[in-house]
């Protein structure tokens, strides 16, 4: 079937905007690759950012996470050089920071491969972004859109927590339960 992006909300464009060109703000200390540019940023790939609840195994819960914001890709031409996120204000939308290092890169390459992965279903997805706090992880959610919440794909970003596999398409109810399981105790032998 196809991916389904949506339009970010325009308050959350603009935040992204300003933040491009603001001298302050490209100060941060995730902002190392847009500063070093000398001609124009964009902001592609709008994904809607959710964060799941602490306690979620289930894809049926997953369905509740909580949208906080949106993550743009910034380009420099026709390179991804960092991510800019905003989060939910009062005045609608407000920039948080710039992120550089493996997930940028991860996530172009997720964006890839689902659009690989949809073209041999017959459910249409909408991309989503889902940080996971509790697990020190990023992952690509496919959220199947007419179909029961159970469809839904998850494509950890790199890198991923001891035991998941980036880049694989999970089945979300299968990469929770994944999470969901006590971690073994690594114990120093001395």
Do not use: C
């Not at 380009?75 to 609608?92: D, L």
């Not at 390459?109 to 689902?114: K, T």
Request: proline letters at 12%; hydrophobic letters at 45%; zero cysteines.
């Amino acid at each position: 079937m196809t991916l389904q992006t949506p339009q970010p909300p325009p308050s959350a464009l603009r935040a992204v905007l300003a933040a491009l060109s603001s001298p302050t703000a490209l100060r941060q200390p995730g902002a190392a690759a847009p500063r070093s540019t000398a001609s124009a940023l964009l902001p592609a790939h709008p994904l809607a950012v959710h964060q799941l609840p602490p306690g979620t195994t289930t894809a049926r819960a997953l369905a509740a996470a909580p949208r906080t914001g949106w993550r743009f890709l910034v380009k420099h031409g026709t390179v991804v050089v960092a991510a800019a996120e905003v989060v939910r204000s009062a005045e609608g939308h407000t920039f948080a920071h710039f992120a550089a290092g493996p997930y940028p890169d991860s996530t172009v390459r997720a964006l890839a491969e689902a659009w690989q992965l949809v073209q041999q279903r017959r459910t249409a997805y909408q991309p989503r972004l889902l940080s996971m706090p509790d697990h020190y992880a990023t992952a690509l959610w496919l959220h199947a859109t007419d179909a029961d919440p159970a469809g839904d794909l998850l494509l950890p970003l790199a890198p991923a927590p001891l035991g998941i596999t980036a880049h694989r398409a999970y089945p979300a109810g299968e990469l929770l339960t994944l999470l969901g399981r006590p971690t073994p105790r690594v114990t120093a032998v001395a």
